[in-house]
Each structure stands twice: as structure tokens, then as C-alpha cells.
């Protein structure tokens, strides 16, 4: 099969500086120069096909461009009174013991802890014997704090 010289062809961010050889699967490798700066040592294939577009700067962009946009969205939809309304309706995390959010158990204390946090304060920590009161106090404190934010901003119904 005859070689192609890619010597100064564009692949989106990458520029094919010389032939690098061969990988241990005899593939061929060509030196890249990125828009960024950077050097990318690339199978000629993925060149070809367009699998490979960038030093690895491409996907970090795409990313930190997805991040401004989600944080974009939440300020405006999501962030309320300084409360994440998601929060205060998202399930329990996998990790969680008691099956209850904002629930759990002290292992020193042996007691069970009810807790819940509004606008960056702490409005609930409160410790007890039993289980089903700390998941009454939370259930209390939810209705108490969230509910009146969720209801205001139409988010009770989710």
C-alpha cells in the first residue's frame, strides 16, 4: 500500500508535521502540531477518518464550554433565593444508609441525626434514639423550609 504524505494537511485543530513511524501494530504515526500548541503523535487512521481532532484541548474546550452553559442554566432556572431548587427534590444519594435524605447514624454517638441546610444555614441538626424521629424531624423541617420555596416557584409538583 503506498504511503500518503499528510506533511501540512489540517485535521481540525491538528497540523501533520512528519511521518513518526510505526506503532508495535504497524500502524502509521504522524507528529502533530495543535492550534493550541501543543504536540499529538497521531495514528494516520484516525487523522483520516476525523477521529481525532485535537491534542485532547478540543474535548477540555467542549467541556469547560458545557460547564459555563449548564451554570448559565442554573442561575436563571434553577438557582432561587440562593437554593438550588433541584436540590431540594433530588433522590437520596446511592451511598446513603438510611434511606431517608438528610438521615443518618453516628457510629460514636450511637444516636440518629436529622439535618437539613437552607440558603448555605443550617436550620436542622438534631439528634435521636430512635430513627423514625429523626426521619419525622426531617420530614417537619422539610415541609417547614422547602415546601413554601417549591410552592413559590411552582417546583411542588415534580
Known amino acids: 500500500m503506498a504511503r ?52 485532547g484541548c478540543l474535548r477540555s474546550d467542549i467541556s469547560h464550554e458545557n460547564l459555563k452553559k449548564a451554570y448559565k442554566w442554573s442561575q436563571a432556572y434553577d ?4 437554593t438550588r431548587l433541584s436540590a431540594l427534590s433530588q433522590k437520596i444519594h446511592s451511598n446513603n444508609k438510611s434511606g431517608i435524605k438528610g438521615v443518618q447514624w453516628d457510629k ?19 439528634t435521636f434514639d430512635k430513627k423514625e424521629d ?3 424531624a426531617r420530614r ?5 423550609y422547602f415546601n413554601p420555596i417549591l410552592e413559590k416557584y411552582h417546583r411542588d409538583k415534580e
Do not use: P
Open 4 to 55: 500518503i504524505d499528510l506533511t501540512g494537511q489540517r485535521f481540525g485543530r491538528l497540523v501533520a508535521i512528519k511521518d513518526a513511524g510505526y506503532t508495535k501494530n504497524h500502524s502509521r504515526v504522524w507528529e502533530c502540531k495543535c492550534d493550541c500548541g501543543n504536540t499529538a503523535f497521531v495514528k494516520a487512521e484516525s487523522l483520516k477518518y476525523r477521529e481525532i481532532k485535537s491534542c
Open 79 to 82: 438557582c432561587k433565593e440562593h
Open 108 to 126: 460514636s454517638r450511637k444516636k440518629w441525626i436529622a439535618m437539613l441546610w437552607l440558603k448555605g444555614v443550617r436550620v436542622l441538626y438534631s
Open 134 to 136: 429523626a426521619i419525622r
Open 140 to 144: 417537619e423541617a422539610e415541609e417547614k
